[in-house]
Structures are given as C-alpha cells and as structure tokens.
C-alpha cells in the first residue's frame, strides 16, 4: 500500500502571500489531521477531516483552514502568511473507525515565509 | 491539557536495550498511551500503545506501571537507526484525529 504523500516537499512564500498544501492519504483511510512542526512550539495539531467534515480543531487562528474531499485527499491552506507560519507541515490519515489513534504520517512540506 | 514527563536526552550503545521511561496521568477508562517516534527529517512513526497490560509488538515492547502513571518503552536490541526522538502521547492525550505531542527524549544509538 502507497504510504501519505504531501505535496509540494518543499515551497517559499513571502509575507502576505497565501499557499494551498495537498495531501493524499492512504488507500482506504477516511481520516487526515494536519500538524505545525517548528522549534518552538514542536508538533501541534492542526485539526482532523473525516468524510469531508472538521470533526476536530487545534488552537490556531482562522487563517489555517482546511477541506476534505469525496476521495478523502484533503488541503490546507494559510491565508496571509506572516514569518512565524514557517514550519513542517505534516499530515496523517488513518482509517477513522474506532478509537485507535494509529496515525500514518506523510513526509511532510517545508514551508518557508520570506 | 494532558501533559508527560519524559527525559530531554539518553544514550544507547548499539545492539543493547534502550530503555525509555515516561510519567503521565493515571491511565482510565478507555485512554492509551501512544508511542511514536521521529527520525531526523521525517514524520513521526507509530511504534505501540496500551492500556493496562504490556505490550508487544515488532518494534518495541511497552511496560505499563500497576499504577498506570508511568510507562517504560522498550526497544531490545537498538540499532542506529533507531536514533530519533522518542514521543510518548499521555492519556487523555488522544481525541478525533488529534496527538497531543510533547518535546520527547532524545534517543542517540552509539556505534
């Protein structure tokens, strides 16, 4: 089985600017939650699609949003980028059923606010 | 906010057990603790989890206190690549979707 992509790997934006990352989970999978990685503040969770509703939400401000899609593929985007929004932005999926916590992570997108 | 305690850093030689300790709150109901790690420019990886009984799994072994307030992450024989930071996701620490990630231990394999 093909294991999480992320895509773009890697991506500079400058201040202001908006950027749309994409992430394709497992075959099967139903559920993805995004995660901000950065020095400071380590890994925090994003918030979780499943069958295409946010079913749940980190403490980030409404500039990060996100949306699922029917074949379960789902996008973040940040809107006006500011300096501190440079990090990794990793994605999981898992099946979504139950309450195992298993995740499978992506390897994740480098982005970078010039 | 459920919150761990782990070690910042430890050292392990090649071949032997690594050992990673984690106090928590007292595991209830239905909550696991979860175990993940991430190597160096990668995501993070499952490893294990367990309520109440060790566990075993190809990776690592899992030992939960009787009290369930700390749990012991074992991985027998640690290779280099095994060097990673080492997660341990608290009870309650879990929801839809959401790990709750602190800063983790360190775990550098010595040659």
Request: glycine share 10%; charged share 15%; with cysteine.
């Amino acid at each position: 089985k093909a294991g999480v992509t992320q895509t773009p790997r890697y991506l500079i934006k400058t201040r202001g600017q908006q950027v749309t990352l994409s992430c394709s989970p497992i075959s099967g999978h139903r559920s993805v939650s995004w995660y901000q990685q950065t020095p400071g503040q380590g890994l925090q969770f994003l918030f979780e699609y499943f069958s295409e509703t946010q079913r749940n939400k980190g403490n980030f401000p409404g500039r990060f949003s996100g949306r699922q899609f029917s074949n379960s593929r789902s996008e973040m985007n940040v809107s006006t980028l500011e300096l501190g929004d440079s990090a990794l932005y990793l994605c999981a999926s898992r099946s979504g059923t139950g309450v195992g916590n298993e995740q499978f992570f992506g390897p994740g997108t480098r982005l970078t606010v010039l | 906010d459920a919150k761990t305690t782990q070690p910042p850093s430890m050292d392990c030689a090649e071949g032997r057990a690594a050992n990673l300790p984690c106090n928590h709150s007292t595991i209830s109901g239905n909550e696991y603790v979860y175990w993940y790690r991430q190597i160096h420019s990668q995501g993070p990886q499952y490893i294990i989890h367990g309520l109440k009984n060790n566990e075993t799994n190809e990776m690592a072994s899992l030992i939960i206190t009787e009290d369930r307030k700390s749990s012991t992450l074992i991985l027998p024989h640690a290779t280099l690549r095994d060097t990673a930071v080492y997660y341990c996701i608290p009870p309650g620490g879990t929801s839809y979707g959401k790990l709750t990630f602190g800063q983790g231990t360190i775990l550098t394999v010595h040659p």
